[in-house]
Protein backbone atom coordinates (compact mmCIF):
# COMPACT_ATOMS: atom_id res chain seq x y z
CA UNK A 1 0.00 0.00 0.00
CA UNK A 2 1.91 2.87 -1.07
CA UNK A 3 1.81 6.05 1.18
CA UNK A 4 0.33 9.56 -0.42
CA UNK A 5 3.40 11.96 -0.22
CA UNK A 6 3.42 14.76 2.01
CA UNK A 7 3.22 18.07 0.88
CA UNK A 8 6.20 20.31 2.08
CA UNK A 9 5.31 23.32 4.43
CA UNK A 10 4.68 26.61 3.14
CA UNK A 11 7.92 28.70 4.08
CA UNK A 12 7.82 31.19 6.50
CA UNK A 13 9.02 34.04 4.00
CA UNK A 14 6.24 33.61 1.78
CA UNK A 15 3.65 33.74 4.55
CA UNK A 16 4.81 37.15 5.18
CA UNK A 17 4.33 38.40 1.81
CA UNK A 18 0.66 36.99 2.22
CA UNK A 19 0.00 38.93 5.03
CA UNK A 20 1.45 42.24 3.40
CA UNK A 21 -0.43 41.78 0.18
CA UNK A 22 -3.61 40.81 2.07
CA UNK A 23 -2.85 44.34 4.23
CA UNK A 24 -2.53 46.32 1.23
CA UNK A 25 -5.52 45.11 -0.09
CA UNK A 26 -7.46 45.97 3.18
CA UNK A 27 -6.02 49.54 2.71
CA UNK A 28 -6.46 49.98 -0.68
CA UNK A 29 -10.47 48.94 0.37
CA UNK A 30 -10.41 51.60 2.96
CA UNK A 31 -9.33 54.62 1.48
CA UNK A 32 -11.69 53.46 -1.68
CA UNK A 33 -14.50 53.35 0.82
CA UNK A 34 -13.66 56.23 3.05
CA UNK A 35 -11.77 58.48 0.60
CA UNK A 36 -14.79 60.24 -1.09
CA UNK A 37 -16.42 61.08 2.45
CA UNK A 38 -13.29 62.25 3.90
CA UNK A 39 -12.40 64.37 1.00
CA UNK A 40 -15.51 65.81 0.65
CA UNK A 41 -16.66 69.45 1.20
CA UNK A 42 -19.88 71.81 0.80
CA UNK A 43 -18.87 74.12 -2.10
CA UNK A 44 -20.93 75.35 -5.43
CA UNK A 45 -24.27 74.45 -3.89
CA UNK A 46 -26.53 76.16 -6.49
CA UNK A 47 -29.03 77.67 -4.16
CA UNK A 48 -32.03 80.38 -5.32
CA UNK A 49 -32.33 84.15 -4.03
CA UNK A 50 -35.71 85.12 -4.83
CA UNK A 51 -36.58 88.84 -4.63
CA UNK A 52 -35.87 92.38 -5.92
CA UNK A 53 -32.43 92.74 -7.35
CA UNK A 54 -31.69 95.12 -5.26
CA UNK A 55 -32.26 92.83 -2.04
CA UNK A 56 -30.92 89.72 -3.54
CA UNK A 57 -27.19 91.64 -3.91
CA UNK A 58 -26.69 92.09 -0.20
CA UNK A 59 -27.69 88.44 0.34
CA UNK A 60 -25.56 87.03 -1.94
CA UNK A 61 -22.71 88.83 -0.65
CA UNK A 62 -23.47 87.73 2.70
CA UNK A 63 -23.95 84.19 1.70
CA UNK A 64 -20.32 84.29 0.20
CA UNK A 65 -18.52 86.27 3.38
CA UNK A 66 -20.54 83.74 5.61
CA UNK A 67 -19.59 80.27 3.75
CA UNK A 68 -17.04 81.53 1.04
CA UNK A 69 -17.17 78.79 -2.07
CA UNK A 70 -20.41 76.99 -0.07
CA UNK A 71 -23.25 78.14 -2.43
CA UNK A 72 -23.73 78.85 -6.15
CA UNK A 73 -26.48 81.93 -6.03
CA UNK A 74 -29.19 81.32 -8.74
CA UNK A 75 -31.10 84.46 -9.03
CA UNK A 76 -35.12 83.53 -9.22
CA UNK A 77 -38.32 86.68 -9.72
CA UNK A 78 -40.21 85.28 -6.77
CA UNK A 79 -40.96 82.60 -4.59
CA UNK A 80 -42.79 80.69 -7.08
CA UNK A 81 -39.87 80.93 -9.41
CA UNK A 82 -37.53 79.26 -6.74
CA UNK A 83 -39.77 76.50 -5.92
CA UNK A 84 -40.09 75.78 -10.00
CA UNK A 85 -35.98 75.76 -10.09
CA UNK A 86 -36.32 73.31 -6.69
CA UNK A 87 -38.62 71.07 -8.17
CA UNK A 88 -36.73 70.46 -11.02
CA UNK A 89 -33.43 70.13 -9.38
CA UNK A 90 -31.89 72.85 -10.76
CA UNK A 91 -31.17 74.35 -7.04
CA UNK A 92 -31.17 72.64 -3.75
CA UNK A 93 -33.34 75.61 -2.17
CA UNK A 94 -33.76 78.93 -1.93
CA UNK A 95 -33.99 82.32 0.00
CA UNK A 96 -37.19 84.09 -0.29
CA UNK A 97 -36.60 87.76 0.44
CA UNK A 98 -39.82 90.42 0.17
CA UNK A 99 -42.32 91.48 2.29
CA UNK A 100 -42.58 87.69 3.70
CA UNK A 101 -39.24 85.96 3.80
CA UNK A 102 -38.13 82.46 3.86
CA UNK A 103 -35.95 79.66 3.24
CA UNK A 104 -36.76 77.14 0.94
CA UNK A 105 -35.40 73.94 1.44
CA UNK A 106 -35.78 69.78 0.34
CA UNK A 107 -34.48 67.14 1.92
CA UNK A 108 -35.46 64.62 -0.34
CA UNK A 109 -32.54 66.67 -2.96
CA UNK A 110 -30.14 66.75 0.38
CA UNK A 111 -30.99 67.07 3.81
CA UNK A 112 -27.33 68.18 4.12
CA UNK A 113 -28.10 71.50 2.06
CA UNK A 114 -31.04 71.43 3.80
CA UNK A 115 -29.67 71.47 7.39
CA UNK A 116 -27.26 74.40 6.14
CA UNK A 117 -30.09 76.31 4.84
CA UNK A 118 -32.34 76.12 8.07
CA UNK A 119 -29.12 77.28 9.83
CA UNK A 120 -29.66 80.93 7.77
CA UNK A 121 -32.94 81.38 9.60
CA UNK A 122 -31.85 83.38 12.74
CA UNK A 123 -29.17 85.28 10.83
CA UNK A 124 -31.88 86.43 8.13
CA UNK A 125 -34.02 86.81 10.83
CA UNK A 126 -32.11 89.56 12.57
CA UNK A 127 -31.33 91.62 9.36
CA UNK A 128 -35.14 91.87 8.87
CA UNK A 129 -36.54 91.79 12.35
CA UNK A 130 -38.89 89.32 12.31
CA UNK A 131 -39.15 85.43 11.82
CA UNK A 132 -37.85 83.66 8.56
CA UNK A 133 -39.85 80.59 8.63
CA UNK A 134 -38.17 77.28 7.10
CA UNK A 135 -40.09 75.31 4.49
CA UNK A 136 -39.44 72.09 3.12
CA UNK A 137 -40.59 72.21 -0.41
CA UNK A 138 -39.75 68.54 -0.94
CA UNK A 139 -39.48 66.35 2.14
CA UNK A 140 -38.62 62.59 2.43
CA UNK A 141 -41.00 60.10 2.41
CA UNK A 142 -42.48 58.21 5.55
CA UNK A 143 -40.89 55.22 3.97
CA UNK A 144 -36.80 56.45 4.73
CA UNK A 145 -37.47 59.71 6.70
CA UNK A 146 -33.79 60.11 6.78
CA UNK A 147 -32.73 59.33 3.40
CA UNK A 148 -30.33 56.36 5.03
CA UNK A 149 -32.06 53.85 2.37
CA UNK A 150 -31.22 55.97 -0.41
CA UNK A 151 -27.63 56.87 0.49
CA UNK A 152 -26.91 52.80 0.84
CA UNK A 153 -29.11 52.09 -2.50
CA UNK A 154 -25.87 51.32 -4.85
CA UNK A 155 -24.23 49.12 -2.73
CA UNK A 156 -26.96 45.76 -3.39
CA UNK A 157 -27.33 47.34 -7.10
CA UNK A 158 -23.40 47.11 -7.62
CA UNK A 159 -22.99 43.73 -5.42
CA UNK A 160 -25.89 41.94 -7.86
CA UNK A 161 -24.62 42.81 -11.08
CA UNK A 162 -21.41 41.81 -9.98
CA UNK A 163 -22.09 38.12 -8.87
CA UNK A 164 -24.71 38.23 -11.76
CA UNK A 165 -21.28 38.70 -14.02
CA UNK A 166 -19.10 36.31 -12.57
CA UNK A 167 -21.52 33.98 -11.99
CA UNK A 168 -22.35 34.13 -16.00
CA UNK A 169 -18.91 34.27 -17.22
CA UNK A 170 -18.07 30.95 -14.67
CA UNK A 171 -20.67 29.17 -15.48
CA UNK A 172 -22.30 30.11 -18.64
CA UNK A 173 -20.72 29.36 -22.31
CA UNK A 174 -21.48 31.33 -25.24
CA UNK A 175 -22.01 34.64 -26.02
CA UNK A 176 -25.45 34.82 -26.76
CA UNK A 177 -26.17 32.51 -23.97
CA UNK A 178 -24.40 35.06 -21.42
CA UNK A 179 -25.92 37.75 -22.48
CA UNK A 180 -29.57 36.57 -22.25
CA UNK A 181 -28.21 35.00 -19.03
CA UNK A 182 -27.17 38.40 -17.69
CA UNK A 183 -30.77 39.91 -19.10
CA UNK A 184 -32.64 37.91 -17.33
CA UNK A 185 -30.84 37.93 -13.75
CA UNK A 186 -31.09 41.76 -14.42
CA UNK A 187 -34.79 41.63 -15.47
CA UNK A 188 -35.61 39.42 -12.24
CA UNK A 189 -33.25 41.26 -10.54
CA UNK A 190 -34.72 45.00 -10.97
CA UNK A 191 -38.83 43.48 -10.61
CA UNK A 192 -37.14 41.85 -7.32
CA UNK A 193 -35.13 44.83 -5.26
CA UNK A 194 -37.87 47.57 -6.81
CA UNK A 195 -40.44 45.76 -5.08
CA UNK A 196 -38.84 45.66 -1.89
CA UNK A 197 -37.24 49.32 -1.91
CA UNK A 198 -40.82 50.61 -3.56
CA UNK A 199 -43.12 47.64 -2.05
CA UNK A 200 -42.00 46.70 1.49
CA UNK A 201 -39.85 50.00 2.56
CA UNK A 202 -41.67 52.28 1.17
CA UNK A 203 -37.99 54.06 0.54
CA UNK A 204 -38.75 55.33 -3.09
CA UNK A 205 -41.90 56.44 -5.02
CA UNK A 206 -43.25 56.93 -8.68
CA UNK A 207 -43.56 54.39 -10.90
CA UNK A 208 -42.91 51.11 -10.13
CA UNK A 209 -42.10 49.73 -13.27
CA UNK A 210 -40.01 52.62 -14.34
CA UNK A 211 -38.02 52.20 -10.90
CA UNK A 212 -37.75 48.22 -11.87
CA UNK A 213 -35.94 49.60 -15.33
CA UNK A 214 -33.39 51.57 -13.36
CA UNK A 215 -32.53 48.89 -11.03
CA UNK A 216 -32.37 46.11 -13.60
CA UNK A 217 -30.68 48.00 -16.50
CA UNK A 218 -27.58 49.47 -13.68
CA UNK A 219 -27.50 45.48 -13.06
CA UNK A 220 -27.24 44.60 -16.49
CA UNK A 221 -24.63 47.27 -17.28
CA UNK A 222 -22.23 45.79 -14.57
CA UNK A 223 -23.08 42.54 -15.37
CA UNK A 224 -22.07 42.68 -19.12
CA UNK A 225 -19.23 44.40 -18.66
CA UNK A 226 -17.73 42.55 -16.58
CA UNK A 227 -18.87 39.37 -19.66
CA UNK A 228 -17.57 41.66 -22.02
CA UNK A 229 -13.88 41.83 -20.42
CA UNK A 230 -14.13 38.12 -19.59
CA UNK A 231 -14.47 37.80 -22.87
CA UNK A 232 -11.58 40.14 -24.12
CA UNK A 233 -8.72 38.89 -22.01
CA UNK A 234 -10.50 36.11 -20.33
CA UNK A 235 -10.86 34.88 -16.76
CA UNK A 236 -8.76 38.02 -15.68
CA UNK A 237 -11.55 40.22 -16.78
CA UNK A 238 -13.04 39.14 -13.69
CA UNK A 239 -11.55 41.68 -11.62
CA UNK A 240 -13.07 44.32 -13.63
CA UNK A 241 -15.52 43.88 -11.64
CA UNK A 242 -15.00 44.60 -8.05
CA UNK A 243 -12.19 47.40 -9.21
CA UNK A 244 -14.49 49.27 -11.30
CA UNK A 245 -17.42 49.50 -9.86
CA UNK A 246 -17.05 48.24 -6.46
CA UNK A 247 -13.60 50.20 -5.82
CA UNK A 248 -14.03 53.31 -7.98
CA UNK A 249 -17.56 53.58 -9.44
CA UNK A 250 -19.64 52.97 -5.83
CA UNK A 251 -17.93 55.73 -3.92
CA UNK A 252 -18.22 58.31 -6.51
CA UNK A 253 -22.04 57.64 -6.49
CA UNK A 254 -22.43 59.99 -4.00
CA UNK A 255 -25.89 58.47 -3.25
CA UNK A 256 -25.78 59.99 0.42
CA UNK A 257 -24.55 63.45 -0.53
CA UNK A 258 -24.55 66.18 -3.06
CA UNK A 259 -22.37 64.88 -5.96
CA UNK A 260 -20.77 68.51 -6.29
CA UNK A 261 -19.29 68.02 -2.76
CA UNK A 262 -16.90 65.75 -4.22
CA UNK A 263 -13.33 66.50 -5.07
CA UNK A 264 -13.94 68.01 -9.23
CA UNK A 265 -14.02 66.30 -11.39
CA UNK A 266 -15.13 62.41 -9.28
CA UNK A 267 -18.17 63.76 -8.57
CA UNK A 268 -19.61 64.61 -12.45
CA UNK A 269 -17.61 61.21 -13.45
CA UNK A 270 -19.70 59.39 -10.84
CA UNK A 271 -22.77 61.01 -11.95
CA UNK A 272 -21.95 58.97 -14.92
CA UNK A 273 -21.04 55.20 -14.39
CA UNK A 274 -23.75 52.92 -13.16
CA UNK A 275 -24.80 53.25 -9.46
CA UNK A 276 -24.14 56.70 -9.44
CA UNK A 277 -26.37 57.51 -12.35
CA UNK A 278 -29.14 54.78 -10.73
CA UNK A 279 -28.93 56.69 -7.46
CA UNK A 280 -29.98 59.89 -9.13
CA UNK A 281 -32.77 58.41 -11.05
CA UNK A 282 -34.33 57.01 -8.19
CA UNK A 283 -34.27 60.01 -5.94
CA UNK A 284 -35.55 61.93 -9.26
CA UNK A 285 -38.45 59.56 -10.15
CA UNK A 286 -39.20 59.60 -6.64
CA UNK A 287 -39.24 63.04 -5.35
CA UNK A 288 -38.24 65.22 -8.83
CA UNK A 289 -40.94 64.01 -11.94
CA UNK A 290 -39.87 67.36 -13.96
CA UNK A 291 -36.09 67.17 -13.73
CA UNK A 292 -33.99 66.49 -16.70
CA UNK A 293 -32.75 63.19 -15.91
CA UNK A 294 -31.82 62.71 -20.00
CA UNK A 295 -27.81 62.34 -18.89
CA UNK A 296 -28.46 59.64 -16.16
CA UNK A 297 -30.77 57.44 -18.84
CA UNK A 298 -27.73 57.71 -21.21
CA UNK A 299 -25.61 57.20 -18.77
CA UNK A 300 -27.03 53.48 -17.76
CA UNK A 301 -27.60 53.28 -21.67
CA UNK A 302 -24.16 53.35 -22.83
CA UNK A 303 -23.04 51.15 -19.69
CA UNK A 304 -25.26 48.26 -20.97
CA UNK A 305 -23.88 48.75 -25.06
CA UNK A 306 -20.71 48.87 -23.59
CA UNK A 307 -20.46 45.18 -22.57
CA UNK A 308 -22.60 44.14 -25.01
CA UNK A 309 -19.68 45.25 -27.74
CA UNK A 310 -16.98 43.83 -25.41
CA UNK A 311 -18.97 40.33 -25.26
CA UNK A 312 -19.22 40.58 -29.36
CA UNK A 313 -15.97 41.39 -29.79
CA UNK A 314 -14.36 39.11 -27.50
CA UNK A 315 -16.66 36.52 -29.12
CA UNK A 316 -15.48 37.34 -32.92
CA UNK A 317 -11.91 37.13 -31.60
CA UNK A 318 -12.28 33.44 -30.54
CA UNK A 319 -14.12 32.75 -33.18
CA UNK A 320 -10.86 33.95 -35.42
CA UNK A 321 -8.52 32.73 -33.25
CA UNK A 322 -10.71 29.17 -34.00
CA UNK A 323 -10.92 29.81 -37.29
CA UNK A 324 -7.26 30.29 -38.18
CA UNK A 325 -6.18 27.18 -35.82
CA UNK A 326 -8.41 25.36 -38.03
CA UNK A 327 -7.24 26.14 -40.82
CA UNK A 328 -3.83 25.85 -40.01
CA UNK A 329 -4.64 22.06 -38.58
CA UNK A 330 -6.71 21.20 -42.03
CA UNK A 331 -3.21 22.34 -44.11
CA UNK A 332 -1.23 20.10 -42.10
CA UNK A 333 -3.92 17.56 -42.45
CA UNK A 334 -3.75 17.95 -46.32
CA UNK A 335 -0.29 17.63 -46.18
CA UNK A 336 0.21 14.68 -44.48
CA UNK A 337 -2.28 13.18 -46.59
CA UNK A 338 -0.49 14.11 -49.83
CA UNK A 339 2.79 12.80 -48.54
CA UNK A 340 0.67 9.54 -47.68
CA UNK A 341 -0.50 8.99 -51.34
CA UNK A 342 2.84 10.37 -52.97
CA UNK A 343 5.54 8.86 -51.00
CA UNK A 344 9.08 10.17 -51.31
CA UNK A 345 11.35 7.62 -53.37
CA UNK A 346 14.99 7.70 -52.20
CA UNK A 347 17.25 6.09 -54.38
CA UNK A 348 19.74 3.47 -52.83
CA UNK A 349 22.94 2.81 -54.20
CA UNK A 350 23.68 -0.70 -54.64
Known amino acids: MSTPALLPHTPWRRLVGVGAALAAIVTIITLAFLWPTVTSEAKDLPVAVAGPPAAVAPVEQGLSQRAPGVFEVVQAVDRAAAVDLIETRDVYGAVVLGASPEILTSTAGSAVVAQQLAALSPVLAEQVGAPVPVTDVVPLGSGDPRGAILGLVTLPLVIGGMIGGILVSVLVVGVWRRLTAVAASSVFGGLAVAGVLQGWFGAIAGSYWVNATIIGLAMFGIAATIVGFVSVVGRPGIAAGPVLFLLIANPLAAAAQPWQMLLVPFGAIGQWMPPGAAAALLR ?58 HPTHVAVDA
Open 284 to 341: DESYFPRADTTHLWLALVSWAVLGVVLSVVGHFKDTGAASRAALEEAQETAEHESEAH
